[in-house]
């Protein structure tokens, strides 16, 4: 079956804008995960869904980053006022459920000028 | 604090040497599981192995292998005969199911071990 999607592969913006990255996870998986990847390091988790709910969104490194999954399926990983510090690649990974093996889409690589 | 520790940084090998990448874990909890993710340049991490703590046995998949030593809190990852599809970096991971103030979940990773294999 279809494995973890992200859109868009790679996204420039500038300092100051506001970013969307999108994460569809593998059909049927409850659980949905963000992480970001700096260059040279291990992914860093940012939030979990379970469902609906954001049951978990300890990593998020400050408020201006925000995500949704309205209808338990697609989420979108929203970020204002970018700054340089916050370019890197936003790994999403789903599983069947909290405890199980995570799957991860390809990523989305994120650069700010 | 939960841990994960990827001493080697690269390593190069050449085709049909055998090669080990070690990975040392802590975590206060009795109940974790452990995996490997491969990453190789097209950037995907791809899941090659979950573990968990109460299941010691070592495992062999095709060339792959895996060392599960809770003695030494090591979860090391063996490659025979290695391949030039092999080069990719290599991340450990942990995962606390029931940890307070842990992961609970979440995967903890280490810094991860790029292989190059050479023809």
């Known amino acids: 079956g279809a494995g973890v999607s992200q859109t868009p592969s790679n996204k420039v913006t500038e300092k100051g804008k506001y970013v969307e990255l999108r994460c569809d996870p593998i059909?049927?998986?409850?659980?949905l995960y963000w992480y970001r990847q700096s260059l040279g390091q291990g992914p860093e988790f940012l939030i979990y869904?379970?469902?609906?709910?954001?049951?978990?969104d300890s990593g998020l490194p400050n408020d201006r980053f925000f995500a949704v999954r309205p209808e338990g399926s697609v989420s979108t990983l929203k970020i204002q006022r970018t700054e340089r510090g916050d370019s890197a690649v936003y790994l999403c990974?789903?599983?069947?459920?909290?405890?199980?093996?995570?799957?991860f889409g390809p990523g989305t690589r994120l650069t700010v000028l | 604090a939960q841990k994960v520790t990827q001493a080697q940084t690269e390593i190069s090998v050449v085709e049909k040497e055998d090669v080990t990448l070690d990975c040392v874990y802590e975590t206060r909890d009795t109940t974790y599981y452990l995996f490997w993710y491969k990453q190789p340049p097209s950037g995907e991490l791809v899941f090659l192995i979950r573990r968990n703590s109460f299941d010691e046995q070592n495992e062999i998949s095709g060339r792959y292998s895996w060392n599960f030593q809770k003695s030494t809190s090591s979860f090391n990852f063996t490659i025979t005969a290695s391949q030039v599809v092999d080069s990719a970096v290599y991340f450990c991971a942990l995962s606390e199911p029931a940890s307070y103030g842990g992961s609970q979940g979440n995967l903890i990773f280490g810094k991860g071990t790029k292989l190059s294999v050479k023809p």
């Open positions: 869904f379970q469902g609906t709910g954001a049951a978990d």
């Open positions: 990974a789903s599983s069947l459920a909290r405890w199980d093996t995570q799957y």
């Open positions: 059909s049927g998986h409850t659980a």
